[in-house]
């Protein structure tokens, strides 16, 4: 199976960048024309060693995890991947309703959740919202309080 697959490599210019973390390389297939079509370049991983090396080199915003990924929890591997990352907004996705990991998933700090078979209005809705979220970020510069 594909480790890594891009739609482009270049994390140089000002296009929104979307990582793909799932074991089914048919749903990037399925939703990279979808984000394209919505001005991002989206790339795909299939493992946590593969999307580490495209979080340093890709520098996506957002990352779509999978649940369950193989042998790992996607807590787990959400966890792992925002270490030191914290500007990038997460969103899990399962293939089944499961309250208790959205709530585990949403109280470590993932943006949000997604149930498979995802939705494209929905996936659309999240995407923009999460990219509406990171540039007015950019903009916004932290207080600094001085007493």
Same mark, same amino acid.
């Given at each position: 199976?594909?480790?890594?697959?891009?739609?482009?490599?270049?994390?140089?210019?000002?296009?929104?960048?979307?990582?793909?973390?799932?074991?089914?390389?048919?749903?990037?297939?399925?939703?990279?024309?979808?984000? %394209?079509? =919505?001005?991002?370049?989206? @790339?795909?991983?299939?493992?946590?060693? !593969?999307?580490?090396?495209? &979080?340093?080199?890709? $520098?996506?915003?957002?990352?779509?995890?999978?649940?369950?990924?193989?042998?790992?929890?996607?807590?787990?591997?959400?966890?792992?991947?925002?270490? %030191?990352? =914290?500007?990038?907004?997460? @969103?899990?996705?399962?293939?089944?309703? !499961?309250?208790?990991?959205? &709530?585990?998933?949403? $109280?470590?700090?993932?943006?949000?959740?997604?149930?498979?078979?995802?939705?494209?209005?929905?996936?659309?809705?999240?995407?923009?919202?999460?990219?509406?979220?990171?540039?007015?970020?950019? @903009?916004?510069?932290?207080?600094?309080?001085?007493?």
């Amino acid at each position: 199976m594909n480790s890594s697959k891009s739609g482009s490599s270049d994390a140089e210019d000002n296009e929104r960048r979307v990582l793909i973390l799932d074991y089914d390389e048919n749903f990037f297939n399925d939703f990279q024309n979808l984000f %394209g079509l =919505e001005g991002c370049k989206v @790339v795909f991983a299939d493992n946590e060693e !593969s999307a580490v090396k495209l &979080l340093d080199t890709f $520098l996506p915003e957002v990352v779509l995890v999978d649940v369950r990924i193989w042998y790992v929890s996607g807590v787990d591997l959400f966890r792992n991947l925002r270490r %030191g990352r =914290e500007n990038i907004f997460c @969103v899990l996705m399962a293939d089944f309703a !499961s309250i208790d990991v959205a &709530l585990e998933a949403i $109280l470590e700090g993932a943006y949000d959740y997604l149930r498979k078979p995802v939705v494209r209005r929905d996936l659309l809705h999240v995407l923009r919202e999460c990219f509406r979220h990171a540039a007015s970020e950019k @903009v916004i510069s932290p207080i600094s309080w001085e007493w």
